[in-house]
C-alpha cells in the first residue's frame, strides 16, 4: 500500500460524497431516521461517538478472539464500513484494513458523525434487491419520511449482518429474527 494509492481511495471517496451531498442533506432533515441511526450504533459500533474512525478496543478484542478462540468476528467501525461501500474493496486483507482505517479517520473531516451514518444507510446492503435505505423501505411499504416503528428499525438493521436472501426458503430469515429481537432487547434496556 503507497500513499498513491490511499490519495486514490481518498480522491473517490470524497468524489462519492460529493455525488452524495443534496441527498444526504435531504435525509439529514428527516427526524425519523435519528432513531433508526440509534439502532445502528447499537448493532455496528456501540462507540462511535467516542473513536476517531476505527475502534482500538474492538481490534484488539478481535485479535484476541481469534488468537485464543479461534472466532472470526468484526472490528469495522460505521466509518469503516461506510469507506468499504464507498470504495467497492471487500477483499480479506490486512493491507485493505489498514488503508480502511486511514480513509475512515479522515472521513471525519469531510462528515459528521451523522452525516456518515445516514450515508452508510443511504448506500448500505440489506440483501438482495434492498440496496441503500430507500429500497428496504420501500420492502416494507414504507417512504423516507414516515415513522419507524424499533421492530421496523431493528429489522431493517439486523440485515446488515445478515442480508436478506433471495429465497423465501433460507436459514437467514431465522437469523434476521432473531437478531432483530435482541436489537430491540437492548434497545429497551438502554432507552
Same mark, same amino acid.
Given at each position: 500500500m503507497t500513499i498513491k494509492e490511499i490519495k486514490f481511495d481518498l480522491y473517490k471517496v470524497k468524489d462519492s460524497i460529493n455525488n452524495e451531498r443534496e441527498s444526504l442533506s435531504n435525509f439529514s432533515k428527516l427526524e425519523n431516521l435519528n432513531k433508526l441511526i440509534i439502532f445502528l450504533v447499537i448493532a455496528e459500533d456501540k462507540r462511535f461517538y467516542t473513536h476517531i474512525g476505527f475502534d482500538i478496543i474492538a481490534i484488539f478484542r478481535a485479535i484476541r478472539n481469534r /488468537?485464543? *478462540?479461534n472466532k472470526i468476528e468484526g472490528a469495522s467501525t460505521i466509518e469503516q464500513q461506510l469507506i468499504r461501500v464507498l470504495t467497492h474493496q471487500y477483499e480479506r486483507t490486512f493491507r485493505r484494513k489498514i488503508k480502511e482505517i486511514v480513509l475512515a479517520i479522515k472521513l471525519k473531516? /469531510? =462528515?459528521t458523525k451523522k452525516e456518515i451514518a445516514l450515508l452508510y444507510l443511504k448506500l448500505a446492503y440489506f440483501g438482495t434487491n434492498k440496496q441503500g435505505l430507500e429500497n428496504i423501505l420501500h420492502s416494507y411499504n414504507l417512504k423516507l419520511d414516515d415513522e419507524l416503528s424499533d421492530e421496523v428499525c431493528a429489522s431493517i438493521i439486523a440485515r446488515l449482518k445478515y442480508?436478506?436472501?433471495? $429465497?423465501? /426458503? $433460507? #436459514?437467514k430469515h431465522l437469523l434476521i429474527n432473531k437478531?432483530? #429481537? *435482541? =436489537?430491540i432487547k437492548i434497545y429497551k434496556k438502554n432507552g
Amino acid at each position: 500500500m503507497t500513499i498513491k494509492e490511499i490519495k486514490f481511495d481518498l480522491y473517490k471517496v470524497k468524489d462519492s460524497i460529493n455525488n452524495e451531498r443534496e441527498s444526504l442533506s435531504n435525509f439529514s432533515k428527516l427526524e425519523n431516521l435519528n432513531k433508526l441511526i440509534i439502532f445502528l450504533v447499537i448493532a455496528e459500533d456501540k462507540r462511535f461517538y467516542t473513536h476517531i474512525g476505527f475502534d482500538i478496543i474492538a481490534i484488539f478484542r478481535a485479535i484476541r478472539n481469534r /488468537i485464543f *478462540y479461534n472466532k472470526i468476528e468484526g472490528a469495522s467501525t460505521i466509518e469503516q464500513q461506510l469507506i468499504r461501500v464507498l470504495t467497492h474493496q471487500y477483499e480479506r486483507t490486512f493491507r485493505r484494513k489498514i488503508k480502511e482505517i486511514v480513509l475512515a479517520i479522515k472521513l471525519k473531516e /469531510i =462528515l459528521t458523525k451523522k452525516e456518515i451514518a445516514l450515508l452508510y444507510l443511504k448506500l448500505a446492503y440489506f440483501g438482495t434487491n434492498k440496496q441503500g435505505l430507500e429500497n428496504i423501505l420501500h420492502s416494507y411499504n414504507l417512504k423516507l419520511d414516515d415513522e419507524l416503528s424499533d421492530e421496523v428499525c431493528a429489522s431493517i438493521i439486523a440485515r446488515l449482518k445478515y442480508p436478506e436472501p433471495k $429465497s423465501k /426458503i $433460507s #436459514n437467514k430469515h431465522l437469523l434476521i429474527n432473531k437478531r432483530t #429481537n *435482541y =436489537l430491540i432487547k437492548i434497545y429497551k434496556k438502554n432507552g
